[in-house]
């Protein structure tokens, strides 16, 4: 009885001016849209991609389910949905480290790369959780271990063994590497920008407050989304070269 009250109030009250509501609503959406154009697609592709591109499907369905929860949980309590967001997270960001394995696996990559990148992005998102949702009091310790953690991702995948396996595999390989170490560097780097908007630390008088929903809600439409569309246009230009 309680549930069907909530769904009743969810479906009949949003705020015309809830701009980060919109933003939840669009990017629930915008995952189910990009889930469906991914595994629609995998008839076309041969064995050998066709992993790549579920994985891609994955992380956006994934995301599709979270980003469902996440705004009922915004409609009803007018609050950040941490819990759900980290879920997701935990969930999504080794999907895409797997994804770079996936694709370096042709120049030889080995299981134990896969493993690193996963060990590390599940540090840099625990330590993440502690700070926004368990310590906040302590946010600024826990963002810069967590900090500390993407910047290793980074450096493994710009400079280290990742890097060497795609100047090893070339063409289309190497470009796909580049536009994904792009996305990283870039992309990801919003992630630690809605933190510090969300959190109380040394930060929070040169940048205030609030804004930290918007901000993971675009970073996650471009990152998974244009993460997924990197991986297909791989796999499609690849199959052009063997036909
Ligand atoms: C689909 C979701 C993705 C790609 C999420 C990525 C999340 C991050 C790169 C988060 C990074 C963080 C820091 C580098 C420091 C502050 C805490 C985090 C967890 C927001």
Redesign the pocket.
């Known amino acids: 009885m309680k549930t069907m009250l909530l769904l009743i109030d969810v479906t009949t009250k949003i705020d015309p001016t809830d701009y980060i509501g919109f933003t939840f609503f669009v990017g629930c959406m915008a995952m189910m849209a990009a889930s469906a154009f991914f595994f629609l697609s995998l008839s076309q592709f041969d064995r050998k991609w066709r992993t790549s591109v579920l994985v891609s499907g994955l992380?956006t369905f994934i995301?599709a389910v979270h980003y469902f929860y996440m705004r009922d949980y915004w409609a009803v309590n007018m609050e950040s949905p941490t819990f759900f967001r980290?879920v997701?997270?935990i969930l999504?960001?080794p999907l895409?480290c797997v994804e770079f394995y996936l694709i370096l696996k042709v120049a030889g990559a080995k299981p134990s790369l896969m493993w690193k990148l996963i060990g590390l992005?599940v540090i840099?998102?625990v330590?993440?959780?502690f700070?926004?949702a368990v310590y906040p009091g302590q946010a600024a310790v826990?963002?810069?271990i967590?900090?500390l953690?993407?910047f290793v991702i980074v450096y493994e995948i710009w400079l280290g063994s990742a890097k060497k396996l795609a100047v090893a595999a070339g063409g289309e390989i190497l470009k796909a590497h580049k536009i994904l170490c792009w996305f990283?560097l870039v992309?990801?780097?919003i992630?630690?920008l809605?933190?510090?908007l969300g959190t109380d630390g040394w930060y929070t008088s040169i940048l205030g407050t609030g804004g930290v929903d918007v901000a993971y809600n675009i970073?996650?439409a471009i990152?998974?989304i244009g993460?997924g569309l990197v991986i297909y246009t791989l796999a499609v230009k690849s199959q052009d070269v063997k036909a």
Do not use: R
């Open positions: 992380i995301a980290y997701d997270w999504t960001v895409m992005s840099m998102l330590t993440g959780y700070g926004e826990w963002g810069g967590s900090g953690a993407y990283v992309g990801w780097a992630y630690p809605g933190y510090m970073a996650d990152n998974k993460f």
